[in-house]
C-alpha cells in the first residue's frame, strides 16, 4: 500500500512512482489518487467537459498493425469510404446539432489525397464555425502543413507505446522513431497534437506505461487518449493473448490509473473519456474517467450506415447506451453535474 501521505501537485511524479502508483491495488490508495488527479483537473483545465463529434470516413487502410480490425491483412471486414459530400455533410450535421469540434478519423487511406482533404478541410470551414481534428495516420511532412494551412485545427496520431521494440512487432510496416519525429513535426507546424496508447496490449509492461506517461510530457503532447486493448478475433494479436475468449483484456481500473497520472504529470492536457471505455464497462467506464481527470468526451456520430464497419476491435464502442445520441450536450451534464463547453475547446497554452 502506498504512504497515506497527501499527494503533492508541484512535486513532478518519478518513473518509479508512477510505476508503483500502476501496480497499487489498495482502493483507499487509489480513491485518493483519483481525487488528486480530479482535483489538478479542475485547477489546471477547469470543470468543463469538451465534447468532440467523431466521424469515422474510411475503414481502408493500407497498414497492417497486429491488433487493428481495420488493417489491410484483414479479408474480412467489409470496407467503406464516405465521399467528399457525405463527410461535409456528415460535419454539418455534427455542428447544427451543437458540437463545436469535428474529428474526421480514417485508416491510413491513400485514396483521401492532400487535396481531397483540403477541399473537404475547406468545405466545412465554408460551411460551418467548428474546429477540425484530423486523424489520418502517417503522412508527409508537406501534406500535414497543407491542411494546416486550410483550417485543420488540430491532429491525432497515438504512439501506442513508447517501447521501440514491442512498437515494431506491433507495426510490422512503420517504425518507432518515425512516428515520434511525426509527432514532433505536428507541434512545430502548428497543430494542437494528440497522442496516446493502447492500456493493456499484449506485450506492455507498468515501465513501458510509465516512460509512454513521460513521453506525453516530453513531447509537450495536447491530448492524450488512453483506452483499453480490445481484443479482435480477425487479428493476428489474437495467439498474444491470454485468454481467447476474453474480448477486453485490462480491467476498467487500470485504466483509470493510467488517465488519472497521465493528468497529474501532464496537468494542462485534453484527456478523453474514450469510447473504448464504454465497451469496458458500459455504464460507468465514461463516467469513472471523468472523475479521474477526464475532460474530453468523443462520441460517434458517424452515419449509421457505415458506424458498425469501423471495426477496430469487434464490439460497438460508441457510449450511446448512456449518452443520448441525439441530446449529448443535455446527458452529459445531468449525468456528470458539469457544465459541457459550447466553444472550440482548444488547449490554452
Ligand atoms: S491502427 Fe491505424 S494504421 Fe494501423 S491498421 Fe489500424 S487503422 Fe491502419
Redesign the pocket.
Known sequence: MLTDEPLLFDAPLSHSEIVQFLKEDDLAALAKLYTTADDVRFLCVGDDIHVRALINFSNH?????L??????GNAELTRFRMNENEIISAAIKAYKKGYRTVVLQS??DELYTEKVICRIIIGIKQSCDIAITLSL?ERPYKTLKAWFNEGADRYLLKHETSDPELYEQL?PD?RFDHRIDMLRNLKEIGYQTGSGIMVGIPGQTYESVANDILLFKELDIDMIGCGPYIYNPKTPLQAATPDENLYIQPKPEYVYKVVALSRIVTRDTHIPATTALSALNPELGILSALSAGANVIMINETPEQYRRLYE?YPKDETPADILSPENPFETIEQLTGRHVARDYGHRHL
Request: hydrophobic share 20%.
Open positions: 487502410c493500407r497498414r497492417n498493425c491488433y487493428c480490425g481495420l488493417r489491410q485508416g491510413e495516420g507495426h512503420l477496430i
